[in-house]
């Protein structure tokens, strides 16, 4: 079982939460996961102090496998000059030289992509076609049976509620490459709530029978919850296994200064049709066992 925890829109700078991020820092320590991915907007403003901060931060999990990718706010909107020649010099200063990344860890590759389009589309993001084709070549290598994930910052799938959050234009051409590339999740962030489901919700394309199981994580460390996440922190943890992934969205409560699992939600992988156990992973799916 690979388990991965997926956190996503710090913020460090002025809607930055210290406790919420020491909270999971706690969660990730108490998790000890393979891999831990955070899905851009690191800072606020793009500021060189923002970034020190964010990066002694990630200091903090030092011998833990680290996945980044940059978000809209690590490129600096209002600095126009630097957002023409140079938006994302601190960010590869302080946080990844690399904007599009590969990442294998034992039972996965992970491919970051750098969803940000600092010149045309500040917020809603891109994916081009040479990052497409950077992602096949990486999982043309990677073993049979492995997971595939796919980190970028912009949404492919819409907000889950009714506030206005247009997806990332040209999602369905990205959908359709990473069904084609047999990729199991897609992980992002940028809407500050969760969404936890799967790309048919959004986009049937030529193959129902596998959708690409994507989720988003919330703010897991500012002010800047959104929509059924106002004020809110959460992070996600994915748990994929031989048939099945797990997804468990958690949320940092105040009164208990922690993060909590929230809820939990369950896929078959790629290969399998349907889940071969029930709703609650290791209990007996319907007619397989013991009455209830
Ligand atoms: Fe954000
Ligand atoms: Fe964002």
Redesign the pocket.
């Known amino acids: 079982m690979l388990t991965l925890v997926h956190g996503s829109?710090l913020?460090f700078g002025k809607p930055f939460r210290p406790e919420a991020a020491r909270a999971f820092k706690r969660a990730v320590d108490g998790l000890s996961p393979d891999l831990l991915v955070l899905s851009g907007?690191f800072t606020q403003r793009a500021k060189v102090r923002e970034y020190q901060e964010a990066r002694e931060y990630l200091q903090g999990f030092r011998g833990l496998p680290l996945v980044v990718t940059p978000?809209n706010?690590d490129v600096p909107l209002y600095r126009v000059w630097e957002r023409l020649l140079a938006p994302l010099r601190n960010y590869r200063e302080y946080i990844s030289e690399q904007l599009d990344t590969v990442t294998r860890v034992s039972g996965a590759t992970v491919v970051a992509l750098n969803s940000t389009a600092p010149h045309r589309a500040i917020v809603n993001g891109r994916i081009r076609d040479r990052q497409l084709r950077f992602a096949a070549r990486a999982f043309m290598g990677s073993p049979e049976g492995d997971a595939r994930v796919v980190v970028a910052h912009h949404h492919l799938a819409p907000a889950p509620d009714y506030e206005s959050d247009q997806v990332m234009p040209g999602f369905r051409r990205c959908l359709d490459a990473f069904t084609e590339m047999k990729v199991d999740v897609i992980l992002g962030?940028?809407l500050?709530r969760g969404y936890i489901g799967s790309s048919l919700d959004v986009y049937p394309g030529e193959d129902r029978g596998h959708g690409i199981v994507i989720a988003h994580s919330g703010?897991t460390s500012s002010r800047?919850g959104r929509a059924r996440e106002r004020l809110k922190n959460t992070f996600n943890l994915v748990r994929i296994g031989v048939e099945h992934m797990e997804i468990t969205h958690h949320m940092y409560f105040e009164d208990m200064d922690g993060f909590v699992p929230f809820s939990s939600h369950v896929f078959p992988r790629r290969e399998m049709r349907f889940l071969r156990t029930g709703p609650l992973l290791g209990e007996p799916g319907p007619g397989r066992g013991d009455k209830p």
Do not use: K, L, Y
């Open positions: 829109d913020h907007d978000g706010h962030g940028h500050h703010t800047r």
